[in-house]
């Protein structure tokens, strides 16, 4: 496993021809990563950007289609590449999906707990087995990940969990139909500070992302469209998100450039929850 601290020395990266640049340090060569709901969508993006950066992927998602068809893009690009069918929400597949994953590599090193759901519902006619559903995938399963994946992280004494929550945690987004999405997403900011403060002593940094509005097939249906020109008149960026616009990010705090930081919100939403 790669060790807990980077190895860089000042030396390597201040002196002249030969000296070690910020993009040699971002690299992800020879690290072990999943992606789930990594068959679509930002997922997608992260597996293709882990991949690039040089890290073996596995492409994790409730619907095996999906990652297969990401697993075969990322394979013509010469990535090493798995696809793993899972349902986050149950134990039994997390477990899976982690026994798989170190059975083929040996490790898991990165850990990009991102798949997610949102059931739109005005508060009042939101039922019990719509929150249990959203909060079973959105938190409960986002834990099981971070709890399987971090276990064999503190056994590595290395590790870095990324998870994906929303600008939904910070403010109450248009349209005010997510109840339930937005109190998980809260959850998953408040389960990534605990996590990434109680394990950095042990290699162990976990951190979130935050994207805003995203411009997937998603946000698109017939019964959000009317809200799009109001979303961007809430945008100081003036437009969506791609999914493109994340892809940095994972790279970023999967790399060792990000040790010192733990427990962070990172929060990629042109403004918005400024305004
Ligand atoms: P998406 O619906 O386009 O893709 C999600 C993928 O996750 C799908 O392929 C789906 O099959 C898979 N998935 C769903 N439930 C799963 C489960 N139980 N187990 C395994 N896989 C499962 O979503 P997206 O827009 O790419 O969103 C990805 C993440 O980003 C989610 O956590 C979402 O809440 C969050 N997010 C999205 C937006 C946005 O505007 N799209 C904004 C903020 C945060």
Known sequence: SPPAQSAVTDND???????????????????????????????RAFAHALGEAGAKVAVVDLDPARAEAVERELSVKGINSISIQADISKPEDVQ???DTV?????????????????????????TLEEWDRTFGV????????????????LKQGYGKIINTASMASLIVPH?????????SKAGVVKLTQTLGTEWIDRGVRVNCISPGIVDTPLIHSE????LLQRWLSDIPAGRLAQVTDLQAAVVYLASDTSDYMTGHNLVIEGGQSLW
């Open 13 to 43: 990266v201040f002196r002249g021809v030969g000296g070690i640049s910020i993009l040699d340090r971002m690299r992800l060569d020879g690290k072990v990563a999943y992606v789930t709901g990594g068959g679509q969508g930002i997922g």
């Open 96 to 98: 899976n999906m982690i």
């Open 102 to 126: 170190v059975s083929r590599w040996g490790a898991v090193h990165i850990a990009c707990n991102n798949a997610g759901i949102n059931l739109n519902s005005a508060s009042e006619d939101t």
């Open 138 to 153: 959105n938190l409960r399963g986002t834990f099981m990940c971070c709890q399987a994946a971090g276990r064999v992280m």
């Open 175 to 183: 349209p005010q139909k997510q109840l339930s999405y937005n109190t």
């Open 223 to 226: 019964d959000l469209k009317p």
